[in-house]
């Protein structure tokens, strides 16, 4: 019998920290006679754990933090000429999709050169396409990444 309510109490408090958004909420719950947790943090953190939204530097556009895809169009080196080499991929994926969003960012050891943010890789597989079919980059790839869906 003990066993049997040791295990039904084990499970509600799976069930009600499975329905919270994520741990910290399931933290800071109120629940009577165990006293109060509350946690005081950057959004950011939240962020991290896939569940909070991240604020811009500017502090209007808040964006989601997610698993998902990426197309890659360069990888170089760590050389000065890697990094305007990226920044001129860059520049010229802008200049052919301009709503498209470009990362071009130092990963160590090398430059790197990503566009959009796909939640699945059909979509992603569907941009690489389209790039490919430009003829001005020369390794185009499907990465997956953390990627920013807004809010």
Not at 40 to 65: C, F, M, N, W, Y
Not at 93 to 107: C, G, I, N, R
Not at 120 to 127: F, L, Q, Y
């Amino acid at each position: 019998m003990k066993r049997l309510l040791l295990a039904l109490a084990g499970l509600s408090f799976l069930l009600s920290a499975a329905a919270q958004d994520n741990i910290v909420k399931s933290l800071e719950r109120n629940v009577p006679g165990q006293g109060k947790v509350t946690i005081h943090q950057d959004e950011r953190i939240e962020a991290l754990l896939g569940r909070g939204a991240v604020p811009s530097s500017t502090g209007e556009r808040k964006t989601l933090r997610a698993a998902g895809y990426r197309v890659q169009v360069y990888a170089g080196s760590n050389t000065r000429q890697a990094k305007n080499e990226a920044h001129s991929v860059a520049a010229s994926v802008k200049e052919l999709f301009p709503d498209l969003p470009v990362y071009s960012f130092f990963s160590p050891p090398r430059w790197l050169c990503r566009v959009g943010d796909y939640r699945s890789v059909e979509e992603a597989d569907a941009m690489m396409r389209k790039l490919r079919a430009t003829g001005e980059f020369k390794e185009v790839s499907i990465v997956r990444d953390q990627i920013q869906i807004p809010l």
